[in-house]
């Protein structure tokens, strides 16, 4: 598996009575290999945060595990989700974008929860998550480093953001300008100078 980093530590005899809470609480009994990831590392996350494999490709934000943060913790996170996707898998980890990272309750199964078509909440919608791996060793050991965008994809975005103007922006850079002794620009001319 490759390496991991713990982000929110315990100590074991506090993972182990919160896992057995957890699991008598919702009545399901955690996959080995889950439940071995938090008394190991609990909430963590992989020095490689990347996938990108099969036509599909996410960044890892974390695995969920015993937290007091709602958007670590597996309990919230559980009863967040877990009518909102097939009965047999629940939430694992957090996906940037507000996917997530599932898993199969009675397997090892990793699944890839995309919220904006895998949302079982809404009308007519039953479509299963994606498989990503046969268990959690594989998955993780799939992970790669995140790529740097191209040049090319660079300038796209420079050439396609803006600058955000508001009142109050404009304020603080008339104020910044009076400071050196410039006259004050109107709205309308910081908008030419800073978006062109």
């Known amino acids: 598996m490759t390496k991991l980093v713990t982000l929110v530590e315990l100590d074991k ?3 182990i009575r919160k896992i057995k ?3 008598l609480r919702y009545d399901l009994e955690l996959p080995i290999s889950f439940k071995q990831l938090i008394l190991d590392y609990n909430v963590c996350k992989p020095v490689k945060t990347f996938y990108k494999k099969n036509n ?3 960044n890892l934000n974390y695995f969920f595990g015993i937290s007091e943060d709602k958007y670590q913790s597996l309990s919230e996170n559980y009863e967040t989700y877990v009518n909102r996707m097939p009965d047999e898998i629940f939430p694992i980890g957090s996906i940037a974008g507000g996917d997530l990272l599932c898993m199969n309750k009675k397997s090892d199964e990793v699944y890839y929860w995309f919220h904006e078509t895998d949302e079982w909440g809404l009308e007519g919608v039953d479509k299963w998550p994606r ?4 268990s959690i060793e594989e998955f993780t ?3 790669i480093l995140p790529e740097l ?5 660079i300038e796209i975005a420079k050439k396609n953001s803006r600058v955000k103007i508001t009142p109050i922006s404009v304020k603080i850079k008339n104020e910044q300008r009076e400071k050196q002794g410039l006259p004050p620009l109107s709205f309308e001319e910081w908008e030419v100078l800073l978006n062109g």
């Open 131 to 134: 498989k990503v791996a046969e």
């Open 21 to 23: 809470d957890f699991e």
């Open 13 to 15: 005899e506090v993972l």
């Open 141 to 143: 050991n799939q992970l």
């Open 149 to 153: 965008p191209s040049q090319q994809e």
């Open 56 to 58: 599909l490709e996410f």
